[in-house]
Protein backbone atom coordinates (compact mmCIF):
# COMPACT_ATOMS: atom_id res chain seq x y z
CA UNK A 1 0.00 0.00 0.00
CA UNK A 2 2.99 2.35 -0.78
CA UNK A 3 1.20 4.06 -3.34
CA UNK A 4 -2.10 5.22 -1.25
CA UNK A 5 0.55 5.55 2.33
CA UNK A 6 -0.25 9.31 4.28
CA UNK A 7 2.11 8.77 6.51
CA UNK A 8 5.17 10.91 7.64
CA UNK A 9 7.41 8.20 6.08
CA UNK A 10 7.11 9.08 2.36
CA UNK A 11 8.42 11.83 0.05
CA UNK A 12 6.37 14.85 0.33
CA UNK A 13 5.16 16.21 -2.53
CA UNK A 14 5.35 19.60 -3.90
CA UNK A 15 1.16 20.44 -3.19
CA UNK A 16 1.51 19.22 0.54
CA UNK A 17 5.30 22.00 0.77
CA UNK A 18 2.91 24.55 -0.65
CA UNK A 19 0.44 23.56 1.83
CA UNK A 20 2.35 23.94 4.48
CA UNK A 21 4.55 26.84 3.64
CA UNK A 22 0.41 28.64 3.33
CA UNK A 23 -0.42 27.23 6.78
CA UNK A 24 2.57 28.31 8.30
CA UNK A 25 2.25 32.16 7.03
CA UNK A 26 -1.67 32.31 7.86
CA UNK A 27 -1.29 30.84 11.03
CA UNK A 28 1.44 32.61 12.01
CA UNK A 29 -0.32 35.89 10.66
CA UNK A 30 -3.58 34.95 12.40
CA UNK A 31 -1.81 34.56 15.72
CA UNK A 32 0.05 37.74 15.84
CA UNK A 33 -3.30 39.26 14.52
CA UNK A 34 -5.22 38.30 17.32
CA UNK A 35 -3.15 39.20 19.76
CA UNK A 36 -1.99 42.62 18.81
CA UNK A 37 -6.01 43.51 17.83
CA UNK A 38 -6.82 42.17 21.77
CA UNK A 39 -3.83 43.96 23.22
CA UNK A 40 -5.11 46.90 21.18
CA UNK A 41 -8.59 47.10 21.93
CA UNK A 42 -8.15 46.80 25.64
CA UNK A 43 -5.81 49.45 25.03
CA UNK A 44 -5.05 52.49 22.62
CA UNK A 45 -7.84 51.92 20.66
CA UNK A 46 -10.33 51.79 23.54
CA UNK A 47 -11.47 55.17 22.63
CA UNK A 48 -11.51 54.91 19.06
CA UNK A 49 -14.64 54.96 16.64
CA UNK A 50 -16.72 51.66 17.00
CA UNK A 51 -15.83 51.24 13.21
CA UNK A 52 -12.21 51.30 13.47
CA UNK A 53 -12.69 48.57 16.54
CA UNK A 54 -14.80 46.89 14.41
CA UNK A 55 -12.16 46.35 11.69
CA UNK A 56 -10.16 45.74 14.81
CA UNK A 57 -11.47 43.25 15.97
CA UNK A 58 -11.87 41.58 12.61
CA UNK A 59 -8.50 41.87 11.14
CA UNK A 60 -8.01 37.88 12.16
CA UNK A 61 -10.36 36.78 9.97
CA UNK A 62 -8.56 37.44 7.07
CA UNK A 63 -5.93 35.12 7.69
CA UNK A 64 -8.29 32.36 8.35
CA UNK A 65 -10.08 33.29 4.85
CA UNK A 66 -6.89 32.97 2.99
CA UNK A 67 -6.31 29.34 5.34
CA UNK A 68 -9.64 28.39 3.63
CA UNK A 69 -8.24 29.46 0.04
CA UNK A 70 -4.94 27.44 0.68
CA UNK A 71 -6.76 24.32 1.77
CA UNK A 72 -9.36 24.64 -1.51
CA UNK A 73 -5.99 25.10 -3.61
CA UNK A 74 -4.22 22.04 -1.42
CA UNK A 75 -7.53 19.60 -2.45
CA UNK A 76 -7.39 20.23 -6.00
CA UNK A 77 -3.84 19.61 -6.57
CA UNK A 78 -3.93 16.23 -4.46
CA UNK A 79 -4.16 12.25 -4.81
CA UNK A 80 -7.82 11.15 -3.91
CA UNK A 81 -6.47 9.21 -1.11
CA UNK A 82 -5.35 12.27 0.21
CA UNK A 83 -8.42 14.48 -0.70
CA UNK A 84 -10.62 11.33 1.01
CA UNK A 85 -8.33 11.55 4.27
CA UNK A 86 -8.37 15.18 4.81
CA UNK A 87 -12.22 15.26 3.45
CA UNK A 88 -12.76 12.97 5.98
CA UNK A 89 -11.20 14.62 8.76
CA UNK A 90 -12.65 18.03 8.17
CA UNK A 91 -16.10 16.74 8.56
CA UNK A 92 -15.26 14.67 11.53
CA UNK A 93 -13.88 17.68 12.85
CA UNK A 94 -16.95 20.28 11.63
CA UNK A 95 -19.15 17.51 13.37
CA UNK A 96 -17.79 17.18 16.40
CA UNK A 97 -16.97 21.02 16.78
CA UNK A 98 -20.73 21.85 15.67
CA UNK A 99 -21.98 19.05 18.10
CA UNK A 100 -19.67 20.54 21.51
CA UNK A 101 -20.93 24.48 20.99
CA UNK A 102 -24.38 23.63 19.81
CA UNK A 103 -24.33 21.60 23.07
CA UNK A 104 -22.41 24.71 25.02
CA UNK A 105 -25.21 26.67 23.43
CA UNK A 106 -28.08 24.97 24.65
CA UNK A 107 -26.95 24.77 28.20
CA UNK A 108 -25.97 28.33 28.52
CA UNK A 109 -29.76 28.55 27.33
CA UNK A 110 -31.26 26.70 30.03
CA UNK A 111 -28.98 28.70 32.62
CA UNK A 112 -26.78 25.91 33.50
CA UNK A 113 -23.89 28.00 33.25
CA UNK A 114 -22.95 31.50 31.94
CA UNK A 115 -20.15 33.04 30.32
CA UNK A 116 -19.43 36.13 29.19
CA UNK A 117 -20.07 37.84 25.66
CA UNK A 118 -18.00 35.78 23.11
CA UNK A 119 -15.55 33.84 25.13
CA UNK A 120 -17.39 31.02 23.78
CA UNK A 121 -17.46 32.05 19.83
CA UNK A 122 -13.59 32.41 19.76
CA UNK A 123 -12.68 29.20 20.47
CA UNK A 124 -14.85 27.61 17.55
CA UNK A 125 -11.92 28.32 15.22
CA UNK A 126 -9.02 26.94 17.34
CA UNK A 127 -10.98 24.21 18.29
CA UNK A 128 -12.20 22.81 14.38
CA UNK A 129 -8.44 23.51 14.19
CA UNK A 130 -7.29 20.77 17.14
CA UNK A 131 -10.21 18.12 16.14
CA UNK A 132 -9.12 18.50 12.78
CA UNK A 133 -5.53 17.65 13.64
CA UNK A 134 -7.02 14.61 16.16
CA UNK A 135 -9.28 13.15 13.14
CA UNK A 136 -6.80 13.03 10.45
CA UNK A 137 -4.58 11.22 12.50
CA UNK A 138 -7.18 8.76 13.16
CA UNK A 139 -8.16 8.58 9.06
CA UNK A 140 -4.24 8.29 8.44
CA UNK A 141 -3.86 5.83 10.86
CA UNK A 142 -7.21 3.96 9.57
CA UNK A 143 -5.77 3.57 5.66
CA UNK A 144 -2.40 3.10 6.55
Known sequence: MADT???CFRPRTAAEIRYTRRVVATMSAYVALLFGSILLLRGVAADWPAGAKALLALAPVVP???LGKALVAYLGECDEMI???E????ALASLIVGLLFLS???LIQAGVFTVGGGTVAIWVFPSLCGFYGLTK???V???R
Do not use: K, N, P
Open 137 to 139: WQA
Open 141 to 143: RRY
Open 83 to 85: RHV
Open 5 to 7: DTS
Open 64 to 66: VAL
Open 104 to 106: IGF
Open 87 to 90: LEAI
